[in-house]
């Protein structure tokens, strides 16, 4: 059974930085493509952050672009969102998954950017 468990979050200055992680177990790793997404309010959607491929391509959706960076550690199945010159806008919980699959999601990491 996949089990995601995402850390890093916390209140962060506008403009600063945090670095999340994910931890993936339960499944061949290796195999998926990864995705971070975000809700940002209680009861919205789910809105699509990133997505890194097995072999690291990344694709990320324009609000964040330039800002993030995903990246991923196939040996100790671990994804990660590096978050620089973060906005208000960015506050949400983050959740990696395996885009389209398992409909199974972690707790979430909050991350709060406020002054």
């Known amino acids: 059974q996949v089990q995601f468990v995402e850390s890093g979050g916390g209140l962060v200055q506008p403009g600063g930085s945090l670095n999340l992680s994910c931890s993936v177990t339960g499944i061949d790793f290796s195999s998926y493509t990864m995705a971070w997404s975000r809700r940002q309010a209680p009861g919205k959607e789910r809105d699509w952050v990133a997505?890194?491929?097995?072999?690291?391509?990344?694709n990320y959706v324009e609000s964040v672009k330039g800002r993030f960076t995903a990246s991923r550690d196939n040996t100790k199945n671990m994804v990660y969102l590096q978050m620089n010159s973060l906005k208000p806008e960015d506050t949400a919980v983050y959740y990696c998954?395996?885009?389209?699959?398992?409909?199974?999601w972690g707790q979430g990491t909050q991350v709060t950017v406020s002054s």
């Open positions: 997505t890194i491929t097995r072999v690291g391509i990344t």
């Open positions: 998954e395996v885009p389209g699959m398992f409909n199974t």
